[in-house]
């Protein structure tokens, strides 16, 4: 594991190094440029003085023959422990005058390179320090016997270079405790800055995609620049999560629905292979038949309901007459309904233009219908009707409904006793409110006070124009 981590570091710590880096590399540079900066200011300053001094010193000497050792009287030159020197040589290279701090010992003569202009050159005094000396050669005029007169002018920079020493010391202290500081710094902000997106990896991570439920994750503050990430992040989960809960659903709908045809149809094979004539093996292959329609139902709606939840399955819009397209399922579950000694009394207008699914919408209607059929006891009336605002209103009586069953009955497979013999499955509401959701229409159940079920679809797009 150690290899792992170190070759994927986590991305606090990946933003914390590169940080830190920077943050050296900055101070390095300011480390430098501080550095030469002040070198350059103080030897400069060194240079300039001795510029002076040189300069009065060549115009004395030149001014006064015979009375160059003079310039030793001067304070700075006089004391064997000072830091300051001078050398006088004339066109012959004879020592006209040097400073006491000398204590009789030359400087070094300067290298004809050095008198053609006035720049510092180091060298080694007489003491045996190191020393900084600005030279001057001056041609004299005509009739002087000294012929040129040559000046050095030196000043000790040991105490100097110390001092610059002491600088670098400090600055490097300085430096290293603000890479310290800054890194610790950088560490606390980018943990600080990071921890919305650890505790949503944390929470991420304790989500177990076997829950019967989906989580609610919380995001909390997040940057501007994560939020957008962490959005589609949580986006992506949810489906990912809705899938698998559809797939469980679907599974669990399958065996369950399933389970009571297929035991039927295989009984009445049993029952058929069993025939000793041909009407009874006709009337056989006939309920076999109609438990394998049975079936494909309910497959076909199972798969149906799984792509309108999927989204899979997108609305086409188009105009559609709704008035005509109760009739024609009215029309289908007539049969049914007679055989059960049921009335439908239809209150439907001449036509209704509106803007829908024309496949969504007929199965939606089919299965209120199927529903009204399913749930009325035998020999009552079904009432349908489309009201002047557009809805469709569906009504059976429902004795055996009270109203903690009405959200039961929006429920996948839930059976209740119809009072007749039979049970009903609430696969059809179920569908059916897909569907509406889907449109982008409502559902509505209610009980009315005589026991019956109003079923009220509402909000379909008129057709305008």
Same mark, same amino acid.
């Given at each position: 594991?150690?290899?792992?981590?170190?070759?994927?570091?986590?991305?606090?710590?990946?933003?914390?190094?590169?940080?830190?880096?920077?943050?050296?590399?900055?101070?390095?540079?300011?480390?430098?440029?501080?550095?030469?900066?002040?070198?350059?200011?103080?030897?400069?300053?060194?240079?300039?003085?001795?510029?002076?001094?040189?300069?009065?010193?060549?115009?004395?000497?030149?001014?006064?023959?015979?009375?160059?050792?003079?310039?030793?009287?001067?304070?700075?030159?006089?004391?064997?422990?000072?830091?300051?020197?001078?050398?006088?040589?004339?066109?012959?290279?004879?020592?006209?005058?040097?400073?006491?701090?000398?204590?009789?010992?030359?400087?070094?003569?300067?290298?004809?390179?050095?008198?053609?202009?006035?720049?510092?050159?180091?060298?080694?005094?007489?003491?045996?320090?190191?020393?900084?000396?600005?030279?001057?050669?001056? &041609?004299?005029?005509?009739?002087?016997?000294?012929?040129?007169?040559?000046?050095?002018?030196?000043?000790?920079?040991?105490?100097?270079?110390?001092?610059?020493?002491?600088?670098?010391?400090?600055?490097?202290?300085?430096?290293?405790?603000?890479?310290?500081?800054?890194?610790?710094?950088?560490?606390?902000?980018?943990?600080?800055?990071?921890?919305?997106?650890?505790?949503?990896?944390?929470?991420?991570?304790?989500?177990?995609?076997?829950?019967?439920?989906?989580?609610?994750?919380?995001?909390?503050?997040?940057?501007?620049?994560?939020?957008?990430?962490?959005?589609?992040?949580?986006?992506?989960?949810?489906?990912?999560?809705?899938?698998?809960? &559809?797939?469980?659903?679907?599974?669990?709908?399958?065996?369950?629905?399933?389970?009571?045809?297929?035991?039927?149809?295989?009984?009445?094979?049993?029952?058929?292979?069993?025939?000793?004539?041909?009407?009874?093996? &006709?009337?056989?292959?006939?309920?076999?038949?109609?438990?394998?329609?049975?079936?494909?139902?309910?497959?076909?709606?199972?798969?149906?309901?799984?792509?309108?939840?999927?989204?899979?399955?997108?609305?086409?819009?188009?105009?559609?007459?709704?008035?005509?397209?109760?009739?024609?399922?009215?029309?289908?579950?007539?049969?049914?309904?007679?055989?059960?000694?049921?009335?439908?009394?239809?209150?439907?207008?001449?036509?209704?233009?509106?803007?829908?699914?024309?496949?969504?919408?007929?199965?939606?209607?089919?299965?209120?219908?199927?529903?009204?059929?399913?749930?009325?006891?035998?020999?009552?009336?079904?009432?349908?009707?489309?009201?002047?605002?557009?809805?469709?209103?569906?009504?059976?009586?429902?004795?055996?409904?009270?109203?903690?069953?009405?959200?039961?009955?929006?429920?996948?497979?839930?059976?209740?006793?119809?009072?007749?013999?039979?049970?009903?499955?609430?696969?059809?509401?179920?569908?059916?409110?897909?569907?509406?959701?889907?449109?982008?229409?409502?559902?509505?159940?209610?009980?009315?006070?005589?026991?019956?079920?109003?079923?009220?679809?509402?909000?379909?797009?008129?057709?305008?124009?």
């Amino acid at each position: 594991m150690w290899f792992p981590d170190r070759a994927h570091p986590s991305l606090a710590r990946r933003i914390t190094v590169n940080l830190s880096v920077g943050l050296a590399l900055t101070l390095f540079l300011s480390f430098l440029v501080l550095h030469a900066i002040f070198r350059n200011d103080m030897y400069a300053r060194v240079e300039e003085a001795l510029v002076l001094r040189v300069q009065s010193l060549i115009e004395y000497a030149a001014a006064n023959p015979g009375r160059e050792s003079e310039v030793e009287l001067l304070t700075e030159f006089r004391s064997a422990a000072h830091q300051d020197f001078f050398q006088v040589w004339d066109g012959d290279g004879r020592t006209l005058a040097r400073s006491d701090s000398s204590a009789g010992r030359d400087l070094p003569p300067p290298a004809a390179a050095v008198l053609t202009g006035q720049r510092s050159y180091p060298l080694q005094l007489p003491d045996g320090h190191r020393g900084l000396a600005i030279a001057v050669a001056m &041609r004299l005029p005509p009739g002087d016997p000294r012929d040129v007169l040559t000046v050095v002018v030196a000043k000790e920079i040991e105490s100097l270079e110390d001092l610059e020493h002491r600088l670098h010391w400090i600055m490097a202290v300085v430096a290293g405790a603000a890479l310290l500081a800054g890194v610790a710094a950088a560490r606390y902000a980018v943990g600080r800055g990071l921890r919305p997106v650890e505790q949503l990896a944390q929470q991420i991570a304790r989500i177990d995609p076997r829950a019967p439920r989906r989580i609610a994750l919380e995001m909390g503050p997040l940057p501007d620049e994560l939020e957008p990430l962490a959005e589609k992040t949580l986006s992506i989960l949810d489906r990912l999560l809705a899938a698998l809960e &559809r797939e469980r659903r679907f599974s669990r709908n399958v065996a369950h629905e399933l389970r009571t045809p297929l035991a039927e149809l295989r009984m009445l094979a049993d029952v058929g292979s069993m025939a000793k004539t041909t009407d009874e093996a &006709r009337a056989s292959l006939v309920e076999v038949g109609a438990t394998a329609a049975e079936l494909q139902l309910i497959i076909d709606s199972l798969l149906t309901l799984a792509r309108y939840e999927a989204g899979t399955e997108k609305p086409q819009t188009e105009p559609l007459e709704l008035a005509g397209a109760v009739r024609r399922e009215l029309e289908r579950a007539a049969t049914a309904a007679s055989e059960r000694g049921l009335t439908i009394d239809a209150r439907l207008p001449r036509e209704h233009w509106i803007l829908s699914d024309a496949t969504l919408l007929k199965r939606l209607i089919a299965n209120l219908v199927g529903n009204a059929v399913a749930h009325a006891p035998e020999r009552s009336t079904i009432s349908v009707s489309l009201e002047p605002d557009g809805s469709l209103r569906i009504a059976n009586p429902a004795p055996h409904l009270d109203a903690g069953d009405l959200t039961r009955l929006r429920e996948r497979f839930f059976r209740i006793d119809s009072g007749h013999g039979g049970a009903h499955a609430g696969l059809g509401l179920a569908l059916s409110e897909a569907i509406a959701d889907v449109l982008g229409a409502r559902l509505d159940l209610r009980l009315d006070g005589v026991r019956g079920l109003i079923a009220t679809l509402s909000g379909l797009e008129p057709l305008r124009g």
